[in-house]
């Protein structure tokens, strides 16, 4: 399901009151509700507006996990940290218990923080296939999603939950969950903003044929939902009448 809004504003209104409804729903249903965190700048004022009212008390946040769906593996306190920005961002604004909060610990090799957090996933979802309620993604204009990155080997795994990548003109490396992992999400959600990101949501909604595919094509939740939040510049190119 695509929508469109006609600025990030309402984009970003839009996902924190969607992102309440399903986190209520679930923690009714079954007392908890699991989050997947995306990084970037795109779901900031999302995660902003969840920590202000009417959410900040409408939401049981004492009852929300939260993971993170890939980190940049640089000290704790570097502001490039998808777990820095969302602390900053609303989750030091909110009631939560250090116990429900599930980050991508990098202080050791990227590969032992890898292996560390599929670790955690397993005892968390008690050995299943991570089941998360609710995802939150982001896309790059390369079409990577989490650290899913072009022509990486992460796009090949199939049996580890967790992967390393790394950018070439980057110095650090990253820690990713797979595709097939976020495939077994109920409910995943991306948010694209801006006309720079035109081309890309084109050519992932639209270009099935690409080969190879483009990480964020691989997103295709088995058992769930696939939403995607996009403002008016970013569905600039898109063919509407395909998407109804």
Known sequence: MIEIFK???????????????????AITARGCFS???SGGETPRCTYELLAQEPHRTRIPWQQVH???GDERCVLADDPRRNEFMAHRAFLDAL????EQLHPIECERSPLQAAESYEAQLRDFFVDSLPRFDFIFLGLGED???ASLLPNSEALKEQIRWTAVT????EEFSRVTLIAPLLNQAAVVVFLVVGRNKAKVLHSVLEETGH????PAQLV????GGLYWFVDRDAACLLDLSRHH
């Open 7 to 25: 600025n990030k504003e309402a984009l970003s209104q839009a996902a924190a009151e969607f992102f309440a409804v399903q986190a209520r729903t």
């Open 35 to 37: 989050v997947l965190l």
């Open 66 to 68: 939260f993971f993170w």
């Open 95 to 98: 009631p939560l218990r250090p």
């Open 143 to 145: 079409g990577h999603t």
């Open 166 to 169: 790394r950018r070439p003109d």
């Open 211 to 214: 080969r190879p595919l483009l």
């Open 220 to 223: 295709h939740p088995l058992r």
